[in-house]
């Protein structure tokens, strides 16, 4: 069974930092693309971050390029979200995914419903 763990989340100031786990078990997900997408109440689920299997290929939302990094562990089996810089309007609940190998060109999807496996969140909070 796949199970997708994220932890790291709290309060922080702005302009503050956190980092964000999140640790898949199940399978071996090392040629997974992994992301990030966040959600606010009342609006949608929104992308924020991809990487690729190898960790040679990043995308970022544009409203956090500069100042949020994904990277992965594939040993661990881990990918994480470095967030610095946190602004009130960074606050939501994140979610960490896993998108399946499908075919041979690696897609870093920007839509969350182009990934296959979730987390259950982990909440992140920056006051002002």
């Known amino acids: 069974q796949v199970q997708m763990v994220e932890s790291g989340g709290g309060l922080v100031q702005a302009g503050g930092s956190l980092r964000l786990p999140c640790a898949a078990s199940g399978r071996t997900f090392s040629n997974y693309v992994m992301g990030w997408s966040r959600q606010t109440p009342g609006k949608e689920r929104e992308f924020v971050a991809a990487?690729?299997?190898?960790?040679?290929?990043?995308s970022y939302a544009d409203s956090v390029k500069g100042r949020f990094t994904i990277s992965r562990h594939n040993a661990k089996n881990t990918v994480y979200l470095e967030m610095n810089s946190l602004k009130p309007e960074n606050t939501a609940v994140y979610y960490c995914?896993?998108?399946?190998?499908?075919?041979?060109?690696?897609?870093?999807?920007?839509?969350?419903?182009?990934?296959?496996?979730w987390g259950q969140g982990t909440q992140v909070t920056v006051s002002s």
């Open positions: 995914a896993a998108r399946r190998p499908k075919g041979a060109i690696v897609v870093l999807a920007t839509l969350p419903n182009e990934y296959d496996y």
């Open positions: 990487i690729s299997w190898s960790g040679g290929r990043t």
